[in-house]
Structure formats: structure tokens, C-alpha cells
């Protein structure tokens, strides 16, 4: 509980200070995402800020947490008051037991047992599965980024990367993967925070209830880019979500232009494929995210850098300046036109 | 008074061993940094002659002889030799030998080459003195050099596994008459028949193929039969030319191929680099306890990598397939599968380097087991060459 509840409160601090803070990230990470979103968004990761049911009950029962907690402060700093001002000639034994009894014992007895049986209760909820039928989501961790796969009940599994699309007002079904080390899996708008352990799958049940776009992250340390191993989270209407998901399961349209043409060339030539998935092309590798739709995503690298074609040549070219001990090798050594290319035809799988 | 100070000395040392002690400490350390600074005054007058002309004294000669073994001893305690009686091991250490230590060694014809005679120490024909020493302290002295004596040490301290092929040679060495020598070091490439692409080669070039390539990757670029030396025929020319550069660099590490990379200027390895490419490779070699489930599972890797490993496909950069591909990254078809072997490896190790795609190799490696690597290297070994694209 109080694990849930410190989480909870690094939510917390003065708007003030939040816009700040997200001024400071775009001089220090100037392609940080934060720079793309317009005003007003700047609460896509916050657990005050739900857009779920889930998340909305944790925030019920966090607010109710910091009422109960607040009459037992006061309770606390009364007792302190009184003993302080209390004269030894006025002390009357039977009233002092009474309030040490009454304020020191059975008051936070009281009031901690509702507290308790009230955060119990909203457990169930919780951990309960999604209706069968719901929505199924397979996300593993791998580092520093997020395989997605989407089960429809006919055809077959999508998988994608970095960039998860809900359906709003429908229970989705998250199943929990990782094949390296421990992850956790927080979209604080919409849901608590549920780990990915190697060699277990565990399950998350999410019901977003606004759309927009939001901010999920990786919340249990699990490397050097842990803190870039974020993605992005977009809650749409049911039609607009099928069209988006009808569209990421198909293969990639061929490049139209001459440019990406040469991209797709060198990207082929240079052994991308090994590594990524480009649907529709001879790039069938699964080490790395599948790029079939990656001009489609809002971000790059995890949610680090905004999706254009500037930020993709510099992620080809030096990943690990960008990205600390990304498993992506750095292609530095090939011409500067070709890395463009290529960046150019990646930007281009819309 | 010095008979004075002798007098006192004794009657107190007959009486008490501490004071007596406390008597000599100060004569003792006036001696020993007088000493010190007359031994720097006469290095300074430079009268100390340092020319090797002259040899050393006799009992110079003994202590260093002396210090030289017990260090070589001590050093070596604990290291293990490992199976040195691989005639390809043999053969990769006969060919550096003929360039790196021939000149200051020498061969059977000439033990004594003139110039390294007048060193001092003078170094010593080798069959002479190898009996003496352990493999374990020859791979010592041949991977640390030897101060004071001109023995230097080997270029790349990363390969072990060459200097061992060195010694496993020095080994094999005192068998060897002057025939057998020069067909060790040297094979076919002795008979200097004219290959008919060489001469199409500007002869600078042409010399460089013959003198420093062919002795041990062959005239055609096959090697040498057994897997001491890769198969450079059919590669693709930039990648040969790039690794070239690296050697000469040291970004790849060598102590074999390093000191001849670096003495060949930048347009003559474009050239023999696209001499070798055009040079048609043989058809491949078995590697040693080839199997076809070995195979079977190397071609698996090959192809589909391993991915709970991370490990990616090989063949998305070196092939077999129709897609083009970067011409910097080599073709690995037919190539020897102990040198496969050997070079994930040493990518493992961090020990390979090479060209500027050579990191490309680090991650992709070190998902690998040594039975992932073997099965993968068979398969490659397996194919037949392709016609570099």
C-alpha cells in the first residue's frame, strides 16, 4: 500500500514546477517528446490526471489515504499541544488516559482498519482479469524498449513496438513478458504499475475511459536506458482504433519516391533486416522492433525523440549517444546521403 | 682515529648488540649513498662503454642469462600450453616466422643472418636452443620480448592464439631440414609460376602478391589447404582493402598480418584487394569433424539467427541470397570454419577489432555458444563460394 502510495505521490508537486521541469527536459534532450506535445498535455504521465477506470480508483483511494492519514496527524499534534500546555497542578489522571487511550490508541485503530479495509476492497478490482472476449495486448520488455503483439480473436497476432492504441470505454486485456530482466509496465493515467518478470506472464486489466494521448514508462530500474524506455499510449474511439489497427497489420506500402527508393536499398544492404521486421520486404528480423509502420508512430527510440527524418538519421547513425548501451550498433561509418536515405524511407512507412 | 673509532666500536659491540647497531648505521648509509653517487658520477663522464662491438663480461653475460631464466620460470607458472601439434598451427607460425624472426634467427641455410650476428646478445639460431625451454616459457618470451636484447614483443598482445601458432613452429623447427623449410614457409607459391592474372598487376603489386600474400593465402587466394590462413579468393575487394587498412592501422589486431599491412601503401591494397577478388575460390575445404547435423543446426543460426539470444541472422549481411549487399561486409561461404572459428571468437573476446563495421559484430556475437559457433562456422564452410557481388 504505501509502495502504491509513494508512487503515487511523485505525481504530486505544483504545476509551476512540473512546466519547468518539462522546460528543463527539452534544453537537456531538445527531441524530447515532451517538445512535440502542444499546452495542456504536459499531464499525460500523471496518476492524478486519470483516464481509466483503474487509474480512477487508485486515485480515489490515494485522495482517501491522504484524508485518513491527515486526521491522524492532526490527532498527533493535538496530543502534543495538549501535553505541552498541560500544569502539573491541573492534571487529572483519569482524563489523561482517556486521551491517551482515546487519540493514541483507538482513534488510529479506527481510523487506520477503514483505511485498510477500504484499500483492500479496491484490490479485487484491481488484479481482476478483463471479460473474456476483451481486447488482448502481449507487451514484453526487452531493453530499453517495448514489443507489442495485438491478439484479435480472428486472424493473425500484430506485432508492433513502442506505441500501444486503445479502444475508449472497452476492458483491455495486457499480458506481461520479459525474457531479460525484471520490467514494470506503468501507463499512470490509466492503471497502476504491474512488473514483467522473466519466465512468468502476468496480467494487467485496463479500462481507459478519455481518449488522448498519454505516457506509459518503465517503472522498476532494468538497466543503463531504463529511464528511456517509455512509449506512448493512444485511447480512440472504437472505429478510429480498428482502422488504426486494420492498417498496422497490413504490409509496408513500397517507397513511391526516389530517395526512399535508395533508403529501402541500403537498409536491405546493410543488414537492417537481420535486426527489424519491414513486412512486405526481405527484413524479417526479431532482435529489434518492427519497423513496417514506424512513420506511423508519434516518437522514436522508446518514446525518446520525435518520429522525423532529422531525429531517424541521428538514431542510425550514433544510437548509442542517444541511447546509452542501446543493443542498435551505431552505423556512423556509412555515408552521411545513405543514412539519410534511409531515414527518409523509414519516415516514409506511414 | 679510524683505528680509534674501530677500538670503540669493538669494546661496545662486545657489550651490547643494539648500541653496536646504532654505532654502524651511520657509516654504513654514508657508504651506500656515496656509493650511488659515484656510480652516477662515472655513468655521467660517460667512460661506461654501451657498445654491443665489445660484448659483455663474463659474469654480465651469466647474470643476465641468469635473471632472464628465473624470470621466464616465474612468470610462466600456472600457464598451460594448449595442443600444439596441429600442422596448421605449424604452418601459421612458419609463415610469420620467415618475416617477422627469420631476420635476426635465421634458417637453415643461414643460421646466423649478418647483421643480427653482431648484436649482443647475438640472438640464437633457434633449433639450437629450443629444447631448452618449456612451450609455456618460449609462448612467454615470444608474446613479452626480452629487455636488453632487441627481442621484441608481439605487435598485437590481444592474440594469444598467434603467438601459439609461433611456438608450436619453434616446436616443430629442429626437424626441419633446409628443403622442408622453405616448403613450410613458403608452399607453392615458391615455384613462381606466373599466375595469368598476375600480370595483368603493375609489377610493385604483383611483388606484394607474390612475396608477402601468396606464401601463405596462395597465388589464388585459397590458402593453404589446411585452415592456417583464410580464404581470400572471391572476397568482396572493399572488404579486403578495409581490413588491409585496419591491420596497417592496428585497429585490427595482428602481430602476423599487421607489420605487412603496414608496409603496403594504400593503392596497392586497392589493387591486390581486387586481384584476390577476382580470383576464383576453390571449392570448399571439409572442415575437421564436419557433421551434418552440425550443419543443419549452423544453417538454422545462419538464417534465422537465434532471437531469445538476440542473436540476429548472419545471412542478412554476409550472405548467401540475391539481395546486394554492403560490399564492406566479407562473404563467408567456403571459408575455413576453424577461421570462422577463431573469429567470433575473438569478437567475443573484444579482441578481434577490424574495419569501422567490425563492431557490428560484438552484440551479435556474444549471444553465441562455443557449439553455436562451430555449427555456424561448418555451415558456412559448407557452401560453395559464390561469385563475390
Known amino acids: ?322 541511447k546509452p548501451g542501446a543493443y542498435m550498433p551505431k552505423f556512423d561509418m556509412l555515408r552521411s546521403d545513405d543514412v539519410n536515405a534511409m531515414a527518409v524511407y523509414l519516415k516514409g512507412l506511414k | 682515529m679510524i683505528r680509534n673509532w674501530f677500538k670503540v666500536a669493538s669494546a661496545e659491540g662486545s657489550g651490547d648488540a643494539r648500541s653496536l647497531l646504532r654505532h654502524w648505521i651511520l657509516p654504513i648509509t654514508v657508504f651506500c649513498v656515496a656509493l650511488g653517487i659515484v656510480g652516477v658520477l662515472v655513468a655521467a663522464s660517460g667512460v661506461i662503454p654501451i657498445k654491443a662491438s665489445s660484448g659483455h663480461w663474463a659474469i654480465t653475460r651469466w647474470f643476465l642469462q641468469f635473471s632472464k631464466e628465473r624470470s621466464v620460470a616465474t612468470h610462466t607458472l ?28 635465421g634458417s637453415p641455410e643461414l643460421h646466423h643472418p649478418r647483421i643480427a650476428h653482431s648484436m649482443e646478445p647475438v640472438p640464437p639460431y633457434l633449433p639450437d636452443t629450443v629444447t631448452r625451454w618449456k612451450p609455456e616459457e618460449l609462448f612467454y618470451m615470444v608474446k613479452h620480448g626480452i629487455k636488453f636484447t632487441g627481442m621484441p614483443a608481439w605487435p598485437a598482445q590481444q592474440r594469444d592464439d598467434e603467438v601459439w601458432a609461433v611456438v608450436a613452429f619453434l616446436l616443430a623447427f629442429p626437424e626441419l631440414d633446409a628443403e622442408e623449410y622453405q616448403q613450410l614457409v613458403k608452399g607453392a607459391s615458391r615455384t613462381t609460376q606466373q599466375h595469368e592474372s598476375l600480370t595483368a598487376l603493375e609489377p610493385g603489386t604483383s611483388t606484394i602478391v607474390v612475396e608477402s600474400c601468396a606464401p601463405c593465402h596462395g597465388l589464388g587466394g585459397n590458402g593453404r589447404e589446411l585452415a592456417a590462413f583464410p580464404r581470400i579468393a572471391g572476397q568482396r575487394a572493399e572488404y579486403t582493402a578495409e581490413s588491409l587498412k585496419a591491420y596497417a592501422r592496428g585497429d585490427r ?64 549481411c554476409h550472405g548467401p541470397g540475391e539481395t546486394p549487399r554492403n560490399r564492406n561486409y566479407p562473404l563467408l561461404a567456403g571459408q575455413y570454419a576453424e577461421y570462422l572459428t577463431l573469429q567470433l571468437t575473438l569478437f567475443q573476446q573484444h579482441q578481434r577489432g577490424g574495419t569501422a563495421y567490425s563492431h557490428l559484430m560484438l552484440r551479435v556475437s556474444a549471444g553465441l555458444n562455443q557449439q553455436q559457433i562451430d555449427d555456424v562456422a561448418q555451415y558456412y564452410s559448407s557452401l560453395s563460394s559464390p561469385v563475390a557481388r
Not at chain 1, 264 to 279: I, P, S, Y
Not at chain 1, 310 to 319: C, N
Not at chain 2, 288 to 309: L, V, W, Y
Open chain 1, 1 to 322: 500500500m504505501t509502495h502504491h502510495l509513494r508512487e503515487l505521490c511523485r505525481g504530486i508537486e505544483p504545476p509551476s514546477q512540473r512546466d519547468s521541469g518539462a522546460k528543463r527536459a527539452e534544453v537537456a534532450l531538445p527531441g524530447s517528446a515532451v517538445a512535440l506535445l502542444p499546452d495542456g498535455h504536459s499531464r499525460i504521465q500523471s496518476a492524478l490526471n486519470p483516464a481509466g477506470v483503474e487509474a480512477a480508483g487508485i486515485e480515489n483511494l490515494f485522495w482517501w489515504m491522504v484524508a485518513g492519514t491527515t486526521v491522524v496527524w492532526l490527532g498527533v499534534m493535538a496530543l502534543t499541544w495538549h501535553s505541552v500546555r498541560t500544569h502539573p497542578e491541573s492534571f487529572n489522571r483519569r482524563r489523561e488516559a482517556f486521551i491517551i487511550v482515546g487519540c493514541g490508541a483507538i482513534l488510529p485503530t479506527v481510523v487506520l482498519s477503514i483505511l485498510l479495509v477500504f484499500g483492500l476492497s479496491a484490490l479485487p478490482g484491481l488484479v481482476a482479469p478483463a471479460p473474456s472476449g476483451s481486447l488482448k495486448v502481449v507487451v514484453s520488455g526487452e531493453m530499453w524498449w517495448w514489443r507489442v503483439r495485438y491478439e484479435p480473436a480472428e486472424g493473425q497476432p500484430i506485432i508492433l513496438a513502442n506505441e500501444i492504441h486503445l479502444p475508449v470505454g472497452e476492458p483491455v486485456q495486457f499480458l506481461l513478458e520479459s525474457d531479460n530482466v525484471i520490467h514494470s509496465f506503468w501507463i499512470p493515467s490509466l492503471a497502476g504499475k504491474m512488473d514483467l518478470i522473466p519466465g512468468r506472464t502476468t496480467r494487467l486489466a485496463v479500462t481507459p475511459t478519455k481518449t488522448g494521448l498519454f505516457r506509459g514508462v518503465c517503472a522498476e530500474y532494468c538497466g543503463t536506458s531504463h529511464a528511456l524506455m517509455k512509449f506512448d499510449v493512444v485511447v480512440e474511439e472504437k472505429e478510429e482504433f480498428n482502422r488504426w489497427l486494420a492498417h498496422q497489420a497490413t504490409p509496408a506500402a513500397p517507397p513511391d519516391n526516389p530517395l526512399a527508393q535508395r533508403g529501402e536499398k541500403q537498409f536491405l544492404a546493410n543488414g537492417c533486416g537481420a535486426c527489424h521486421t519491414v513486412r512486405g520486404t526481405n527484413a524479417a528480423g526479431v532482435v529489434g522492433p518492427d519497423l513496417t509502420h514506424l512513420g506511423s508512430r508519434l516518437s522514436i527510440a522508446a518514446a525518446s525523440w520525435p518520429n522525423d527524418s532529422a531525429h531517424l538519421r541521428r538514431w542510425i547513425a550514433d544510437s548509442d549517444k542517444i
Open chain 2, 253 to 316: 589486431h595482428s602481430g602476423i598480418m599487421e607489420p605487412i599491412a603496414a608496409g603496403i601503401s594504400s593503392e596497392r591494397i586497392q589493387q591486390l584487394a581486387q586481384y584476390y577478388e577476382q580470383q576464383k575460390p576453390a571449392s570448399p575445404a571439409a572442415a575437421r569433424d564436419r557433421t551434418t547435423s552440425a550443419i543443419e543446426r549452423g544453417q538454422t543460426i545462419a538464417h534465422e539467427g537465434i532471437p531469445d539470444k538476440d542473436v540476429p541472422a548472419c545471412v542478412d
Open chain 2, 78 to 105: 600456472g600457464l598451460k600450453a594448449p595442443p600444439l601439434d596441429d600442422r596448421s598451427l605449424i604452418l601459421k607460425g612458419a609463415g610469420h616466422y620467415e618475416i617477422g624472426c627469420r631476420p635476426c634467427h
